[in-house]
């Protein structure tokens, strides 16, 4: 059974850090892309950050190069996501997802899980 559990959101204000934390279990990360999204209201669900299932590199949405880090701990099963220099366009629920489809094409064929999300909102 798949299980994807996301922490670490809350209220912070432009120009903060917080860092998102997700432990995931069920599923062999090697067979799958692992990705962080996030959706803000009233808009769909945009892919943040998304790691290969082999080898781990990273990639970015243009929207947070440079200020979000996506990172893995594969001993704890547990995903990160350090965000810095904080813009309230960056307010959203923020998931932990995996999908066996490439940035590419994940945002046409969609991600085969999700946990449940955790907020994240920017505001003075």
């Known amino acids: 059974q798949v299980q994807l559990v996301e922490s670490g959101g809350g209220l912070v204000q432009p120009g903060g850090s917080l860092r998102l934390s997700c432990v995931f279990s069920?599923?062999?990360?090697?067979?799958?892309?692992m990705y962080w999204i996030r959706q803000a209201p009233g808009k769909g669900l945009q892919w943040v950050s998304a790691?290969?299932?082999?080898?781990?590199?990273?990639h970015y949405a243009d929207s947070v190069k440079g200020r979000f880090t996506f990172s893995r701990d594969i001993a704890k099963n547990t995903l990160y996501l350090q965000m810095n220099s904080l813009k309230p366009e960056d307010t959203a629920l923020y998931y932990c997802?995996?999908?066996?489809?490439?940035?590419?094409?994940?945002?046409?064929?969609?991600?085969?899980?999700r946990g449940q999300g955790t907020q994240v909102t920017v505001s003075s």
């Open positions: 997802a995996i999908s066996r489809q490439s940035p590419l094409r994940v945002t046409q064929l969609g991600y085969d899980y």
């Open positions: 790691m290969t299932p082999v080898g781990g590199g990273i």
């Open positions: 069920g599923f062999s990360f090697k067979n799958y892309w």
